[in-house]
């Protein structure tokens, strides 16, 4: 079995998971390992994005470090070319294409993410791809920023563990102001839409850095009460955030300039134990301020690189300290417990169906 799942199999392969940003597909062709397959991205000539087996079937050279002719990819070692779609269409040494067809996987691009499906082709389905709409992706009166990528050599758990219980932020992020407030949320919890929901409502008060966020007009006095959620679309997608202020000294009329920024953290597992760890804001105020911008992207690279250096610690010691003692789970465990066994259930279907 693999930590944390009654299975050696860890990794869910029918979703669909962020496989680049938009702008990293370009015409050179880059390779990235996902569900533990190389894989070829590069864009057609019309600008389709392309997801190919990374690997030649002829010598096992990599795609990657071949050429585009055209729409084809053209393998550096021998030569052999292969259409978009994955067909063999010329073998230099003997003047012919063949019959044989390299695995290609269907790419989504949606705004500023690609989409890779990897599993069962015949469940295949684009709806499937979490909902823009909840998050403010691409849609009107939100702004996105703050791009960042993170490799992690670790389990992709321990990252959804990671996220789902924040009373980590007072240590790990201990440069956070207010991060205090994340020992001890009074938790609740929500299923909707398909999605799980992990809500932590805590009191909070101004400190610098709301006025780093909201700027220095949105001030206010007192207490304000706040939502904080974890949103789980699935082991590819959770959305976070700083919180949505519900009323401040029990006064429910908060100023619009406290508005709300999601915090997306996309989770593609590369092998059982290493994850691309994609990560991007939304919010619906400060739109187009540079300065913000900045000041988010920088805070996002520093804090998913303190969770980087705290997850590959545990990786680095899981497997032998797993047995040799039991797991201690705690209140604050609840909706990591709760999502691993939405998982292992994942996890068990598509077993089933390849039994």
Known sequence: MAYPFSSDQTMVRNRWYIAAFSDEIT????????????????????????????????RYFPLAQGKLEGDAIVCGYHGFKFDFDGKCIEVP???????????????????????????????????????????????PGWYDSSYNYCHIEGRTQLLIDNLLDLTHLP????????????KDPKLREEERSGFFNLIREMPLRWNPFHELIYGKDAKFEGEAWVENASAVYGPELIRTGLGTIQSIDGDTNVPPELGTIHILHGITPETENSVHYFG?????????????????LNSDVKIRGQDKVAIEAVEARLDNAAEF??????????????????IQAMLDAEAGQNA
């Open 325 to 342: 003692q039991q797991e201690l789970l705690v209140k604050s465990d609840t909706g990591a417990v709760k999502v691993r066994k939405m």
């Open 171 to 182: 240590y790990v992020h201990h440069h956070i102001p207010g991060a205090e407030g994340m």
């Open 27 to 58: 015409r050179e062709p880059m390779e990235r390992t996902i569900l533990g397959k190389p894989v070829v991205f590069y864009r057609t000539e019309a600008g389709a994005a392309v997801a190919m087996y990374g690997i030649c079937p002829h």
């Open 280 to 296: 991007f804001s939304t919010r619906d105020f400060r739109q187009g301020d540079k300065g913000l911008d900045e000041f988010q």
């Open 93 to 139: 040494s003997q003047g012919t294409g063949t019959g044989f067809c390299q695995p290609s996987y269907q790419i989504e691009e949606r705004g500023t993410l690609c989409w890779i499906w990897m599993g069962d082709p015949d469940v295949c389905d684009p709806a499937l791809i979490p909902p823009y709409e909840d998050f403010g992706l691409d849609q």
